[in-house]
């Protein structure tokens, strides 16, 4: 097991035209399940290739533990450079590929065999990985004769009897249906709680990275725009960027303008409370971004910063309803969690004045603290 430091590590694929990492510095602890959270692009697989040893950065250092992996500097000096096979590393990618005239069973133990383990330990490993991931009746069969879901596991047990100090996973389940997506998700986290190696996960999917993670790192063009636990990132969201990442449906986003004691966004206004106004002094007459989250929207019970709504339409989700209303021309979403929907088309909405986000129109910087 091992922690992970990256320091000032950038990536160019030409020469340094231009970076797909710039400076990137990561603290990832022992043990820890870290996520690389970003859209499609912003750099989280080349990351994660400098952190296996795939790829040279060119700058910066990676460190497992008190080991240095990787670094590179100017002009070569002091350059280390620790070969993938060398760093007890195991990576699944979604294009896993098992070997097709192998067992289960044999693609589990070819690893450790190739070690020169000795056979009663591989056959004791490998059994204890099989047993976690619920395939010991499968060992005999061969890759063709699974399912998608039991074939993702079989790569995970492959890539886990190896007993790596660190475990990559590079969007593994795009291949899976949803339901089988969401199984092996959940057992995938019990091993990873159970084994205690230190994980990093690479997905663009906000929900794996919230169900999952100890720790999100959400990326954006080769920079992180913010770290920390989910909540931290859900509830205190940086800027506009990670506000708008995180949360399905996503937040809702006024345009206001900020007049004595309150938030005017044209169809609705808020009356500042006394906790925000030494945050929004400096933008006495001028605009901000305000964000309110779907389930931050209630009914008024009230006029007291009331909203005028008009219901669009209604989706049931079972547990709570999304209602799409309209303030004014803008489309809003707001999540229901009563029993029964409300009949009426036009609602009273208010905001949960604790859960305002407030961003800079200019910087998209959070203003709130
Ligand atoms: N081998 C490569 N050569 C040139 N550019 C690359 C190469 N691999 C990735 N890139 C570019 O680097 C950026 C980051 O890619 P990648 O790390 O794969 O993103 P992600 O995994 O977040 O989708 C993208 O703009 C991509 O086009
Ligand atoms: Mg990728």
Known sequence: MASIQIKDMSVSYNKGKSYVLDKLNLDIKDGEFCVFLGPSGCGKSTAMHCIAGLLHPASGEIRFGDTVMTRAGAKGRDKIFVPPQERNIAMVFQEYALYPNM???????FALKTKKAPKDEIEKRVSYMAQMLSIEQLLDRRPAELSGGQRQRVALGRALVRDPQVFLLDEPLGNLDAKLRDQVRYELKKIQLQLGITTIYVTHDQTEAMTMADHIVLMKDGHIMQQGTPNELYDHPENEFVAGFLGTPQINIFSCEVRDDVLDAGDFRLRIPQELRASLAPYAGKRVDLGIRPSDFELASSQENAIA?????????????LIYVRIGEKVVVFKYTGEHAPQDRELLLT??????????????ERINQ
Request: charged share 25%; hydrophobic share 35%.
């Open 351 to 364: 905001a949960n004045m604790k859960k305002l986000h407030l961003f800079d129109p200019q910087t998209q």
């Open 103 to 109: 067992t289960v069973r044999e693609n589990m133990s």
């Open 309 to 321: 709504a008009h219901v669009d339409s209604i989706e049931p989700l079972g547990d709570a309803y």
